[in-house]
Nanobody
Framework: QVQLAESGGGSVQAGGSLRLSCAAS????????MGWFRQAPGKEREFVAV????????YYADSVKGRFTISRDNIKNTVYLQMNSLKPEDTAVYYC????????????????WGQGTQVTVSS
């Protein structure tokens, strides 16, 4: 089992940047696929990005491709989401999630979730 804790959220103006972190407990972090998801008020949760257990494979939602970068440090048991050129439509609670096996974009396939961190982008 793994416990996840996000940090790094906040309020920025459009065009700004934020770096989210997700710290994981447990000694098996390096075996998990890690994903980032977000949920805006009144909307369903949506996939943002995913990274394979070894970090060699990443995949992004079209809405963030070219602006967001997912990475991981298996020594520090942490996954990151670097968010650049932020837009007001990026405003949401951002969650990290973990699963075994292959990378996936469906949130239902993930077994563990963090509590979320709020990102607010003003125009």
């Amino acid at each position: 089992q793994v416990q996840l804790a996000e940090s790094g959220g906040g309020s920025v103006q459009a065009g700004g940047s934020l770096r989210l972190s997700c710290a994981a407990s447990g000694r098996t972090f390096s075996t998990y696929v890690m994903g980032w998801f977000r949920q805006a008020p009144g909307k369903e949760r949506e996939f943002v990005a995913v990274i394979s257990w070894h970090g060699g494979s990443t995949y992004y939602a079209d809405s963030v491709k070219g602006r967001f970068t997912i990475s991981r440090d298996n020594i520090k048991n942490t996954v990151y989401l670097q968010m650049n050129s932020l837009k007001p439509e990026d405003t949401a609670v951002y969650y990290c999630a973990a699963k075994f096996g292959r990378t996936a974009v469906a949130g239902d396939e993930y077994d563990y979730w963090g509590q979320g961190t709020q990102v607010t982008v003003s125009s």
